[in-house]
């Protein structure tokens, strides 16, 4: 097989590993609302009350990216300095460990174990920051915007069919969705330790820290060029998350949905999504810069989601899926290859790392920020990520016009 035949390969691997990895988070979305407000199902005593079942909610959501904000930074110096495949397939084996404790947890009906496997799950799910270097490895500059737009492309397939698969599942049995994400990661595993080659030529040493990701956050503000991206993706990432993780609340309460119609609803979102991120956005990918894409897509998302409480019927909720999908699907690659082709080929894990940990430090803080109100006032799901992301459209506009102002002034000068 020549050297080409195995980067393609491992190109494609990469993928996979993302599809599935993300499926298995997106299996949990139709589960953990229902399992919580369903009082017959006895993971809380009866008594709990609305307000205190979604701090519970939040808790188990914000678990996982808690623990990964930690744990993104550290796997991607490790795979600098170690190479890709090794922590990968590291990475993979603690994801099925995760799985099988919530499996525990679901047959117990202990929300500690469930905890607990949100926790381990976000040591394994880490593995971003390892995927997305070993992409930019695999990839030009400018070819980088269309990869990660396959990146988030397998993203958006994933929450197509995680959330879909869990809402069919779970009428047999809570306890099903999680042996199904143990399996698959499983054979995920298996795909990557036989057909996985690997991508660094040359690795480079990062002194490692528990602390890695606060110093990251703090990193992010010293990169003059882009320090506004990575506020931006903190901001685009925190409503996207507060969003999605929390919207069921609010369709089960104002449009009687069942857990079917819930994972229906992600997985139209995850699949108009993925052929976006995959196809529709390529030809503006090619006319347009990444920086004026990020913008209008932060602009436009905020739109959309601020009209979505006006919607009086079901029928149009599904329109929105649509025109909402399209939307962001432009936000992951930009955002990601503006900040990718900031940095040098020998440090990508690392500035990527950064990237991640300034991604899960905001899926932490929405989903505890979230689980304190969802309880209370489903819709503030909308407003707050739609403020958000019209907070974001205007730092990335008045950071662009000076850019551009600048930049017209030393032509002149």
Not at 137 to 150: I, Q, R, T, V, Y
Not at 335 to 347: D, F, G, P, R, V
């Amino acid at each position: 097989m020549s050297e080409k035949k195995h980067l393609s390969t491992s190109f494609y691997i990469l993928l996979f590993v993302t599809f599935i990895d993300f499926m298995g988070i997106g299996l949990v979305y139709p589960i953990f609302s229902n399992i919580l407000f369903d009082k017959t199902l006895l993971f809380l005593p009866k008594a709990t009350s609305n307000e205190m079942r979604g701090i519970w909610l939040g808790l188990l959501f914000a678990a996982m990216p808690f623990v990964q904000f930690f744990s993104t930074p550290i796997w991607g110096a490790i795979s600098d300095g170690k190479g890709r495949k090794k922590p990968l397939l590291l990475s993979l084996s603690i994801t099925i460990l995760g799985h099988l404790t919530s499996l525990l947890g679901i047959l117990t009906k202990s929300i500690s174990l469930l905890l607990l496997s949100r926790a381990i799950l976000g040591i394994g799910a880490g593995n971003i920051s390892i995927v997305q270097a070993g992409i930019a490895d695999l990839s030009s500059n400018e070819a980088k915007a269309k990869n990660f737009g396959l990146y988030a492309m397998a993203i958006g397939l994933s929450f197509t069919f995680g959330p879909i698969i869990g809402g069919f599942l779970i009428k047999w049995g809570y306890d099903l969705p999680f042996i199904f994400a143990s399996s698959i990661t499983f054979l995920n595993l298996l795909l990557a330790f036989i057909y996985f080659k690997e991508t660094i030529l040359s690795s480079i040493k990062h002194k490692l820290s528990i602390t890695i990701g606060i110093k990251n956050l703090i990193k992010a503000f010293k990169y003059k060029n882009i320090r506004v991206i990575f506020i931006c993706s903190f901001l685009t990432a925190f409503a996207w998350t507060y969003f999605m993780e929390f919207i069921p609340v609010y369709l089960i309460t104002n449009y009687k949905f069942t857990p079917e119609n819930v994972g229906v609803f992600y997985g139209s979102i995850g699949g108009i999504y993925a052929i976006s991120a995959g196809l529709l956005i390529r030809p503006f990918l090619k006319r347009f810069k990444s920086e004026s894409l990020f913008f209008y897509s932060t602009f436009f998302a905020a739109i959309s989601l601020l009209t979505l409480p006006f919607i009086p019927y079901s029928f149009w909720i599904w329109i929105f899926v649509i025109y909402y999908s399209y939307i962001v699907a432009f936000l992951g690659p930009t955002s990601t290859a503006i900040i990718s082709n900031s940095a040098s080929k020998e440090i990508q894990g690392e500035v990527l790392g950064v990237l991640g940990s300034v991604n899960t430090a905001s899926y932490a803080l929405s989903a505890l920020i979230a689980g304190v109100f969802v309880g209370m006032m489903p819709i503030l799901s909308i407003w707050i990520s739609g403020a958000t992301f019209f907070i974001a459209a205007i730092v990335l506009f008045f950071t662009f016009t000076k850019m551009i102002f600048n930049r017209n002034l030393n032509k002149a000068n």
